[in-house]
Structures are given as C-alpha cells and as structure tokens.
C-alpha cells in the first residue's frame, strides 16, 4: 500500500515540481509523472536514510515536490550536455 501511496503523490508532485521550477522544459506530461514518482522514491529513501521517516513509509507531499525538483534540476544539467 506504502509503494501505491509515493507513486500517487509523485505523480501530482512531478506536475507542481515542473510548474515550481522555472525554465523551460522540453519534456512530456509521461516523462514529467515519472520524475516525480522518482522523486517522491527518492524522499522517501532519503528520509528513511535521515532517520526523518521510519523504514518503508511514504514521504510527505513537501518532501516528494522538493525531490521531484531536485531531480528535474539533475535532468535539466544532463540535457544541457
């Protein structure tokens, strides 16, 4: 049920990362919901991993936009490349 939670709160933070961050993105509405599924995974694993969240619990709506731009920002340096 935790995986089915950080997957549905990172498809709306990957939208709100993309509207948060400015720029332009050349990138689709599919790529845009996979980076913020990645994100949220990814606040999650680092929270659990700062003793902020307890092993296998789903990050916060904060977290997951915050590691949703993160990785939009990561994403955007390669392309630049």
């Known amino acids: ?3 089915l ?17 400015p720029g332009n993105d050349s ?5 845009t919901a996979v980076l913020g599924v990645a994100g949220s995974f990814l606040a999650s694993y680092a929270g659990a991993a700062l003793g902020l969240y307890a092993p296998g619990q789903a990050a916060g709506f904060i977290a997951s936009v915050v590691g949703a731009v993160v990785l939009l920002v990561l994403v955007g340096l390669i392309r630049k490349n």
């Open 27 to 31: 990138m689709g509405w599919i790529m």
């Open 5 to 21: 939670i950080t997957i549905f709160i990172g498809l709306i933070a990957g939208f709100i990362a993309r509207a948060i961050k």
């Open 1 to 3: 049920m935790t995986v």
